[in-house]
């Protein structure tokens, strides 16, 4: 129960936090950046559930590779839930472009965990 409270509960708060954001019917600012910054935050709020994913599934003993690979599906899936969830919000529409930036977000972090671990990963593969 402590690692379930320790390492998947942020992941599952974060994913309802995503949640709760997109039942807002409108979230545009009066800012004339409006468009850049919610994509930015579109990408932002995946690269941390992708984080959240796989600092839980790091946990699991399973291989980087599979720790990696499973928490950018696991963010993607749930990028394209979120997006179909937001077609049942009033003056929201889901978006497979969104989905794209979701997973931009999803894959940088992905990406910058591969880089920051691949002289590990290097002398895994050697031994």
């Known amino acids: 129960m402590k690692k379930f409270l320790k390492y998947w509960l942020p992941a599952v708060v974060w994913a309802g936090v995503i949640f709760m954001l997109s039942a807002i ?4 600012t009066d800012s004339e950046q409006d468009f850049l910054l919610r994509k930015i935050a579109h990408m932002v709020e995946f690269g ?5 994913f796989f600092r839980a599934l790091n946990q699991e003993k399973i291989s980087f590779r599979k720790t990696l690979i499973f928490s950018f599906i696991f ?3 749930y990028a394209c839930s979120d997006e179909f969830h937001q077609l049942f919000v009033r003056n929201r529409h889901g978006s497979l472009a969104d989905v794209g930036i979701d997973a931009m977000g999803i894959f940088i972090f992905c990406l910058m965990c591969y880089i920051k ?9 050697n031994n």
Do not use: M
Not at 25 to 28: A, D, E, F, S
Not at 48 to 52: A, G, S
């Open 25 to 28: 019917p409108n979230l545009k």
């Open 48 to 52: 941390i559930l992708t984080w959240l």
């Open 75 to 77: 963010a993607l899936f």
């Open 117 to 125: 671990n691949r002289k590990v990963i290097i002398r895994h593969w």
